[in-house]
Structure formats: structure tokens, C-alpha cells
């Protein structure tokens, strides 16, 4: 059972990373020199000191896209990278008085809600991406009939310095497709990162 635990979290870990891997789809979000952010490429160096300006630059294209409905009704979010969660946990400790409290004393989550939006980081970007936008809009589309199916080989071929070794091969699958409309992808962000 810990086995199938683990090859299911790892199935979990490849979809995330195709899902991730969309940025070429994505609207560029980056640094236009001078301090500001918007629709660029050049790469944002995301610390505590530039993370707000992220999201505020983000929300406010999302606004110029016509989005505010879709994201009003959706909600906004970011896919940090696990030193830009950081530097959002830095910027949550020394602003405001209950929220710098709350975080100092607890840290904050994996999932967090700050600055009207949610906030999630993982481990499986492509680097120098970070993801935003509006929720429910990039589409992740998975077969049921094969995932997390296991499958077992007994005796499967394997080559060892002695010889053939007697053994059971247990692997599994998924198959899953990653889209989004063409007519929302400005609501989609590749924030380049450095």
C-alpha cells in the first residue's frame, strides 16, 4: 500500500508538472525596467520587496484583459516557486498588525489567501516561471480508465550480473491532456522569474 501511495503522489507530481509546463501558452508577465511590471519578458527578481508589485501588476492586467468578472467570481492565484513563497511569507511577517502576528506565530500555509489571492508554491516549475491568474481557467483533463490503474509483470526482464533475477514489476499510468481557451489566455500569466 505505501508503494501504491507513493506511485499515485508521484502521478499526482507529473500532471502538476505538465500543467506547469504550459507557459508557452501562457501571456508574459515581467520586468519593464524602471521598477514596473507588466506584459514583458524581462526576468523579475521576486523578493519581499518586489513580491507585492507582482501581484498588484498582475490583478491590474487581468482588469486591462476585461477579466475583473472572471476574476471576481474565480479569484486570483500565483504558483510561487518554494523561495518566492518565502519571500510572500517575509512580506506577510512585517506588514499589518493581526496578519504579521498570525504569520510570525504560525508561519503561513502551503495554500494561503494574501492580498486577495491565493497563493500555492510547488517544486515542479520549468525554471524561470512562475504561474498566475484567474482560477478555473487552464484545464487539466485526465482518463479515469487508466488512472492510477496498476499494473504488475511477473518476471519481468531484468538483466543482472548473475543473470536473469525472479522478480515482480508493479508500475502505473495516466494519461491527461493540459488546455486552455484561446480567448482567455491573457487571463494566464508566465511570470518570468529570475
Do not use: C
Given at each position: 500500500?505505501?508503494?501504491a501511495?507513493r506511485q499515485?503522489?508521484?502521478?499526482?507530481e507529473?500532471?502538476e508538472?505538465?500543467?506547469?509546463g504550459?507557459h508557452?501558452?501562457?501571456?508574459?508577465f515581467?520586468?519593464?525596467?524602471?521598477?514596473?511590471y507588466?506584459l514583458?519578458?524581462?526576468q523579475i527578481?521576486?523578493?519581499a520587496?518586489?513580491?507585492?508589485?507582482v501581484?498588484?501588476?498582475?490583478?491590474?492586467e487581468?482588469i486591462?484583459?476585461?477579466?475583473?468578472?472572471l476574476?471576481?467570481?474565480?479569484?486570483?492565484f500565483f504558483?510561487?516557486?518554494?523561495?518566492?513563497?518565502?519571500?510572500?511569507?517575509?512580506?506577510?511577517?512585517?506588514?499589518?498588525?493581526n496578519?504579521?502576528?498570525?504569520a510570525?506565530k504560525?508561519?503561513?500555509?502551503?495554500?494561503?489567501y494574501?492580498?486577495?489571492?491565493?497563493?500555492?508554491?510547488s517544486?515542479?516549475h520549468?525554471?524561470n516561471h512562475?504561474?498566475a491568474?484567474?482560477r478555473?481557467?487552464?484545464r487539466?483533463?485526465?482518463?479515469?480508465?487508466?488512472y492510477?490503474r496498476?499494473?504488475?509483470n511477473?518476471?519481468?526482464y531484468?538483466?543482472a550480473?548473475?543473470?536473469?533475477?525472479?522478480?515482480?514489476?508493479?508500475?502505473?499510468?495516466?494519461d491527461?491532456?493540459v488546455s486552455a481557451?484561446?480567448g482567455?489566455?491573457?487571463?494566464l500569466?508566465d511570470v518570468?522569474?529570475?
Amino acid at each position: 500500500m505505501e508503494m501504491a501511495e507513493r506511485q499515485g503522489a508521484q502521478l499526482n507530481e507529473v500532471i502538476e508538472a505538465a500543467s506547469l509546463g504550459n507557459h508557452a501558452n501562457w501571456t508574459n508577465f515581467g520586468d519593464l525596467g524602471g521598477g514596473s511590471y507588466g506584459l514583458g519578458t524581462g526576468q523579475i527578481t521576486i523578493n519581499a520587496s518586489t513580491i507585492d508589485n507582482v501581484i498588484r501588476g498582475v490583478r491590474r492586467e487581468v482588469i486591462t484583459a476585461n477579466g475583473m468578472d472572471l476574476m471576481n467570481a474565480n479569484g486570483l492565484f500565483f504558483v510561487w516557486r518554494a523561495a518566492d513563497f518565502e519571500a510572500l511569507e517575509e512580506f506577510a511577517q512585517s506588514n499589518g498588525f493581526n496578519l504579521a502576528d498570525k504569520a510570525l506565530k504560525n508561519g503561513i500555509p502551503q495554500a494561503y489567501y494574501f492580498m486577495d489571492s491565493y497563493h500555492y508554491v510547488s517544486n515542479s516549475h520549468t525554471a524561470n516561471h512562475v504561474f498566475a491568474g484567474v482560477r478555473k481557467i487552464q484545464r487539466i483533463g485526465i482518463l479515469k480508465s487508466t488512472y492510477g490503474r496498476i499494473y504488475e509483470n511477473q518476471d519481468p526482464y531484468f538483466a543482472a550480473a548473475s543473470g536473469v533475477v525472479s522478480a515482480i514489476g508493479v508500475n502505473s499510468r495516466v494519461d491527461y491532456g493540459v488546455s486552455a481557451p484561446l480567448g482567455l489566455l491573457s487571463l494566464l500569466f508566465d511570470v518570468n522569474a529570475a
